[in-house]
């Protein structure tokens, strides 16, 4: 796939060139809006909008990174949906308890009154990290996932999200200790592995 | 972990990633060696990098790809729309402009007469009134206002009178005799002139009047019709026909294919 010509194509109106990128790009854009919308549904809503946004304003891409470009189309179009949330707030997450109040602690994923399915279906490990990145303000999530999930370097997160440099790494520093600090307590929930690796640090 | 400062913690992220120099990343290294609380936040953040990029990538849950529906792709616009579309505004908006024109232009001009005719009016007219003004009177006020004094009638005078009153002898005005006479006061107290004996010939002096204008001819619209209707079937022609071109490229394209 010769992605120069494809994105030349699009910009010239292609429909057929463009959606040989999205093709190629949508998984990236998927994940990332579901890490940092933390639900499926909206994650493929989001992921759409932004497709189509970016068709829209494809004319806008001057060169350098594609995906990073693309990125950041769907990094605003989690934004527009997260900020539609703040609006317009649904029913948490979060189980009650019997006083109704919310439940603070992330250890409720590990609650035994999650039914057999749920816990079956469910990848601890995912769920983990999920929750814990759920627990993250908007924008540490958004340099967290851009910088440890999609693999950008500093400056095309920069770009990405439009931020200056330094700010992205003082954020993604806050966003590992904090998302080491939440992980602490799904211990038992990690993988083998991953103890293992914790273990032969010491 | 709580007696690293930030500044620690944001070079021990930017070490983990391979973004310090190596100048201050061997100074850093050296120090993760000799102090327990760096390292074990170092290893923090690596655990928590190792996590997150453990994390599985999903799948998309189905294609995103586009449709012409879905991204509001346009088919392109015939090549004669944008020449009607600017006729067909250009004929609205000087239609526009000349029922505007003919609308007020008129009004305009009929005010402006109106207001020429008020001017001359004010000031432009004799006055007669002021023509015959009266002279000064005696302060006197036992006196006649007028100014005169009763002197008795002179032998001449009565003469005169006399003459005056037999209408079947016009006699000329002789130039010797006082020209003026003075006359009793009757309802207005002014000072007359004195009758003279008409002249042959003299047209008795009659006020003039003011001439009366004659009323403003209605004006013409400035703008004909045949050009009002002219621009609007214009207008609505090429507005037409835009319209008409570019639904039918639209059923074209849609039925057709994308281009």
């Known amino acids: 796939m010769n992605e120069t010509a494809l994105i030349q194509d699009a910009q010239n109106g292609d429909l057929d060139a463009f959606n040989r990128l999205v093709l ?137 999200i439009r931020t200056p440099l330094g700010t992205i790494k003082s954020r993604l520093a806050r966003a590992r200790l904090r998302l080491r600090e939440c992980l602490q307590d799904f211990w038992e929930l990690l993988p083998a592995a991953f103890r293992l690796e914790d273990g032969s640090r010491a | 972990m709580t007696q690293t400062s930030f500044r620690d913690v944001e070079q021990l992220s930017l070490l983990l990633d391979e973004k310090l120099n190596p100048a201050d990343a061997a100074r850093l290294e050296a120090r993760i060696e000799s102090e327990p609380d760096l390292r074990a936040v170092y290893d923090d953040l690596r655990q928590a990098r190792a996590l997150l990029r453990r994390l599985p990538q999903r799948r998309a849950p189905r294609n995103f790809t586009l449709k012409p529906s879905a991204a509001r792709v346009r088919p392109p616009l015939p090549r004669l729309f944008p020449t009607f579309r600017l006729a067909s505004a250009l004929a609205s908006l000087l239609l526009f402009f000349s ?58 005078a009565e003469e005169q009178a006399a003459m005056e009153a037999s209408p079947a002898e016009p006699a000329a005005p002789a130039l010797d005799e006082p020209a003026t006479k003075i006359v009793e006061p009757e309802a207005e107290p002014t000072l007359q002139i004195a009758a003279l004996p008409p002249v042959e010939g003299a047209q008795p002096y009659e006020e003039p009047l003011p001439e009366a204008l004659p009323e403003p001819e209605p004006m013409a619209p400035p703008v004909p019709g045949w050009l009002l209707i002219l621009l609007a079937i214009l207008a609505a022609a090429s507005g037409g026909i835009a319209f008409f071109t570019r639904w039918q490229t639209d059923r074209r394209w849609k039925t057709g294919g994308k281009k």
């Open chain 2, 99 to 156: 029922l505007a024109t003919n609308a007020t232009l008129p009004r305009l001009v009929s005010m402006a007469n109106e207001s020429s005719l008020y001017a001359y009016g004010m000031g432009g007219g004799p006055s007669a009134e002021r023509a015959q003004g009266g002279g000064g009177g005696d302060e006197d006020s036992s006196l006649p206002i007028g100014g005169g004094v009763d002197l008795p009638p002179s032998p001449e």
């Open chain 1, 24 to 160: 190629a790009y949508q998984d990236a854009l998927y994940n990332t809006a579901l890490r940092i919308m933390g639900d499926e549904d909206q994650a493929a809503d989001a992921t759409q909008e932004a497709f189509i946004s970016a068709f829209r304003h494809i004319s806008s891409f001057r060169g350098g990174s594609f995906k990073a470009w693309l990125l950041r189309t769907v990094t605003n179009a989690c934004y527009d949906e997260l900020r539609r949330k703040q609006r317009r707030p649904t029913v948490p997450l979060e189980p009650a308890t019997d006083d109704e109040e919310e439940i603070e602690s992330p250890r409720w994923l590990a609650d035994t009154s999650m039914s057999p399915e749920q816990v079956a279906e469910a990848d601890e490990l995912e769920h983990a990290i999920q929750h814990c990145l759920n627990a993250l303000p908007t924008d540490f999530r958004t340099v967290v996932v851009l910088a440890d999930i999609q693999g950008l370097d500093y400056s095309e997160i920069a770009d990405s």
